[in-house]
């Protein structure tokens, strides 16, 4: 691991959120119909963020699955540790202060969530599991998967997921390896729609 | 774009090595001025290739959608960091990987880069680098400080330069090799990166070692500098000696070339400075203005192999004392590699009982992974990757299980997968449970399914045809009966590049591939073109030669026809490379024929594999696929590729004079195709065939490929100039080579002019 000389410095403000929906039925879901589906949306450049190409590692045990490359973020449906699920990985840098960004790429990854969810190609094959979400900072420098770390992250941790599942309590569990990205995994205690989580983080008629 | 990127540099400050540090200082500077206009595009695009930074598909800002031409609007606008490049668009980053060797704590930092960086991938090339792809150029120097940490470069990794030196990935435990080619690899690529000498070269410069003539884990034949371990008994001494048996202008490229004999044996002492005297001699008389030709293999083309010596030992004999030359070597001395484990047998026993129901697939994977080491007790264990790939996860991972079982032995292959060295045999149960765990204990490395392949479409700018997808299909279909295949056919090699510059290494498999375009009905469709009989063993000691060009998706049916063929037709211990030689040129095609021709009304042939894209929608026309219609152009590269036919059966039978005739004809007479759409009058007369191609094409530019630009046409100039000298065998294989790909050349011209014709 790096030194933390200069992370302490920065400790608590992190960028490049990544957050991951895990889908009900995964052994259902056949990633090379997300192919045309990831073509589509480069076609209609659907969301605010430039979208650039796709990238197929279905060959790839366990990984990144099917990418779709933008240049201010990637979506996958992406298979890591054997858990599929939808992710977006955030890679140009936000203003704002770390609850904006965490909120800024849930809402992301809910918003794909629904399209896909949505597309009649996909025949509802792709589903929230209403339950599971992972959440990772991918930047080792801002945030080193370091118990002083997770201790930092964990109240904005917080704040996101009571805005999340409002009064419904969640576990929220965070992998130690100090190699691994910082990473926090969350169940609700109850199960939830992307809808529904969309509507909770953006009460106010804010653009979904 | 990453907000850390600044804080590295002092994060690493102390912890990198002065130069690296110093280097990347010098790129990061160079950044800055770029960005602000302060410093030319084309140097700066140079400059980036010397890092090893490279760019991709799409980097013009421009994208095919599969309807139309999607214009990529980039936040930086018309900031470019080339000419025609776009600065925002993702580039890939290659990483040297010196003879391939690694240890954990490098494994974990390729896995950091790969998430943070890239997209969770890294790829593992033919050349034993690494590549990430998808990276932004803002990143890099963050990304090249964390390697020079860990003591890795990116320097000299593209570009007219140096390139990696590889290795055999078994030097030191092989059974076969004269000695360890390792150390004296390392002192190589330690005395010629950055080296004065090897900054003025044309083109680029590749080296390779091997221990041993007569396998294929160096392939020191295809390279520009091949050096093979070499032992000899001292004249005067009488002392045993090593030293290395010297190839040099071997190279694959669009026209391969076989390496040719400089010396028979080097001492280790003379290695460092006659490579020095070779780069003097390429640097000082390599071609500059025409990267075409600029490759040493073509200098020592027009030279002559005695002349090149002649001229680089002259001036081996003026070179300037260097005493690097005998430091490195010393320095490199074999540190030989020590286990961790002490050695151990397998018994069969731990077989079935440690494996949960897993012992067949063990077994399997015991006979296609594992090699027994010269040291009695331990084995090599290939990790086979799909395709080169491998996810940050399992890097984690592998450098977990190499620091358990090994003293962190690791190395890249040019087969795309890693090989772990030192090996206790006793532990080979709980290694192979804890490689399958992490999806790494694939059986079948170096068989029919572990298939070489380049980037091809998905990230690279030459890709024509989808390498990459064609290599995952063929994968897919094969993994499992693989096992119950006949046992010549596991063993045969399938090797696909993207298109004719042979990154794939296409011309040394048994099946080789490389993608082409082709019209059918008036629409594009991707294509590969077969190539038949290279050989892999022996350092890549021959190469196959095109058979037929046949449509991407009927690819995987090539595969099962040759190889139906070959299991039912093949003599005892006919090997597959003397198999297609005894069947012909004339029965291959007539075996392929109907696979040239899609079937009626067959729309997936229209996409490539793995791409629900349309390809090339521009060249289109509105009508069905069934209303073929074929332009008399069509019929001319038609006839053009019958008469290079026939030119590979008259080299078949020794007929080398016909065969030149035939391929240099094969070439007039699709070149007379094109001119016909400019002037339907034109004669047979060779002078004018040649003079209006050059009006109407050449000068116009409307020939020239995108990337390659007018080097095809320059074969037929070239042939044109030649037509009435001597052809040699040599001359006459070359000949055909060029004649393929200036066919090939002229089918893609006829798909852009029809888009122009129908857009």
């Known amino acids: 691991m790096k030194g933390i000389s200069t992370q302490e410095q920065h400790s608590v403000k992190f960028q490049h959120v990544n957050v991951k929906l895990l889908l009900n039925t995964p052994e259902a879901v056949h990633l090379d119909a997300v192919i045309p589906v990831f073509h589509g949306w480069i076609q209609e450049q659907v969301f605010d963020e430039l979208l650039l190409d796709v990238a197929d590692y279905r060959h790839v045990h366990e990984g990144p699955g099917i990418v779709l490359i933008g240049h201010e973020a990637d979506y996958s449906l992406d298979k890591t540790d054997g858990r599929l699920g939808i992710r977006y990985n955030r890679k140009a840098p936000l203003e704002g202060n770390n609850q904006d960004r965490l909120i800024q790429a849930t809402r992301a990854v809910l918003n794909a969530c629904i399209r896909m969810e949505q597309d009649s190609r996909l025949n509802g094959q792709i589903a929230f599991n209403g339950q599971e979400i992972e959440i990772f900072i991918n930047d080792r420098m801002l945030a080193p998967n370091l118990e002083r770390t997770r201790e930092a992250v964990a109240p904005d941790l917080d704040t996101l997921l009571r805005k999340l599942f409002g009064s419904t309590t969640y576990s929220l569990e965070f992998t130690t390896d100090p190699r691994k990205l910082l990473e926090a995994r969350i169940r609700a205690s109850r199960a939830f729609s992307s809808s529904e989580l969309i509507q909770n983080l953006a009460p106010e008629g804010l653009e979904l | ?759």
């Not at chain 2, 350092?539 to 030669?545: K, M, R």
């Not at chain 2, 299991?567 to 297609?580: C, N, T, W």
């Not at chain 2, 070439?667 to 209006?692: F, G, R, W, Y």
Request: aromatic residues 8%; charged residues 25%; glycine residues 8%.
């Open chain 2, 1 to 759: 774009m990453k907000a850390s990127n600044s804080l590295w540099k002092d994060e690493l400050a102390g912890k990198m090595p002065q130069h690296l540090a110093r280097e990347i200082d010098i790129f990061e500077t160079e950044i800055t001025l770029r960005k602000q206009g302060k410093l030319d595009e084309r140097l700066f695009a140079e400059t980036l290739l010397r890092r090893g930074t490279y760019g991709q598909r799409y980097d013009n800002g421009q994208r095919s959608d599969g309807k139309k031409v999607q214009q990529l609007d980039f936040p930086s606008g018309e900031l470019t960091k080339g000419p025609n490049t776009m600065w925002d668009a993702p580039g890939m980053q290659r990483i040297k990987i010196p003879a391939g060797g690694l240890n954990a704590a490098q494994l974990e930092t390729m896995a950091e880069l790969a998430e943070e960086y890239s997209d969770g991938i890294a790829h593992v090339t033919t050349r034993q680098d690494f590549q990430l792809h998808y990276v932004h150029i803002d990143d890099t120097p963050a990304l090249m400080r964390r390697l020079a940490a860990a003591n890795i470069t990116t320097r000299e990794a593209c570009g007219n330069s140096v390139r990696n030196v590889t290795a055999c990935p078994y030097a030191g435990v092989c059974q076969d090799e004269a000695f360890d080619v390792t150390p004296y690899a390392r002192a190589l690529s330690r005395f010629l990166l950055g080296h004065p000498d090897c900054q003025n070269f044309g083109r680029k410069f590749k080296p390779a070692f091997s221990g041993c003539v007569q396998h294929a884990c160096g392939l020191t034949s295809m390279h520009d500098l091949g050096l093979i371990a070499a032992k000899r008994s001292n004249p005067e001494t009488g002392k045993e000696e090593l030293g290395f048996e010297l190839y040099v202008g071997g190279g694959l490229g669009a026209v391969p070339y076989q390496a040719k004999l400089f010396d028979s044996f080097v001492p280790l002492h003379e290695l460092l400075p006659l490579a020095q005297a070779i780069a003097r001699i390429f640097a000082r008389h390599g071609e500059k203005k025409n990267r075409n030709r600029a490759r040493i293999k073509f200098l020592i083309q027009d030279l002559g192999i005695e002349k090149f010596r002649e001229l680089v030992l002259e001036e081996r004999k003026i070179l300037p004392y260097d005493p690097r030359w005998r430091e490195y070597i010393e320095e490199a001395r074999p540190q030989e590699e020590m286990p961790l484990k002490p050695s151990g047998e397998l018994s069969s026993l731990v077989i079935i009982e440690n494996l949960n129901g897993s012992s067949e697939d063990f077994r399997h994977w015991l006979k296609t992974n594992t090699r027994p080491q010269r040291q009695s007790g331990y084995v090599t264990v290939t990790v086979a990757l799909p395709l080169g790939d491998i996810t940050a996860n399992q890097l984690r991972s592998l450098a977990h299980i190499v620091r358990r079982f090994t003293r962190e032995s690791v190395r890249t292959t040019v087969e795309q997968n890693f090989v772990i060295r030192w090996v206790s045999k006793s532990d080979l149960p709980e290694l192979y449970k804890r490689l399958r765990a992490v999806g790494l204990g694939n059986p079948g490395a170096g068989t029919l399914v572990d298939i070489t392949s380049c980037p091809g479409t998905d990230t690279c700018k030459l890709g024509i045809s989808s390498s990459r997808g064609l290599a995952a299909e063929l994968r897919r279909r094969m993994t499992e009966k693989s096992f119950q295949m006949d046992q010549a056919v596991q063993n045969l090699h399938i090797k696909i590049s993207g298109c004719f510059n042979s990154c794939g290494q296409h011309h040394v498999a048994d099946l080789g591939f490389y993608g082409v375009s082709r019209k059918i009905a008036g629409y594009a469709v991707p294509h590969f073109q077969v190539v038949l009989g290279g050989e892999w063993s022996h350092n890549a000691g021959s190469y196959g030669l095109p058979v037929v060009a046949v449509p991407s998706k009927n690819i995987p049916q090539v595969v099962e026809r040759l190889t139906n063929r070959y299991v039912a037709g093949r003599r005892d211990g006919e090997s597959f490379k003397d198999f297609i030689k005894r069947l012909g040129k004339a029965e291959l095609k007539t075996l392929l024929e109907d696979l040239t021709r899609p079937p009626a009304g067959d729309h997936s042939l229209f996409s490539d594999w793995g791409d629900p894209r349309e390809y090339t929608l521009g060249d289109m026309g509105e009508g069905e696929c069934a209303g073929e219609v074929v332009s008399p152009v069509e019929f001319g590269l038609g006839a053009a590729e019958r008469e290079l036919f026939e030119a590979q059966l008259a080299f078949e039978g020794n007929r080398i004079k016909q065969a030149g005739r035939k391929a240099y004809e094969s070439m007039l007479t699709a070149a007379k195709a094109l001119v016909k759409i400019e002037n339907p009058n034109i004669s047979d007369d060779p002078d004018q065939i040649i003079a209006e191609f050059r009006a109407h094409y050449y000068d116009t530019q409307k020939f020239f490929d995108p990337f390659a630009g007018g080097k095809f046409a320059n074969y037929l100039f070239d042939a044109h100039r030649k037509a009435n000298q001597p052809y040699t065998t040599e001359s006459a294989r070359y000949l055909m080579h060029e004649a393929q790909l200036f066919i090939d050349a002229a089918h893609s011209c006829n798909n852009r002019l029809g888009t122009l014709v129908t857009a």
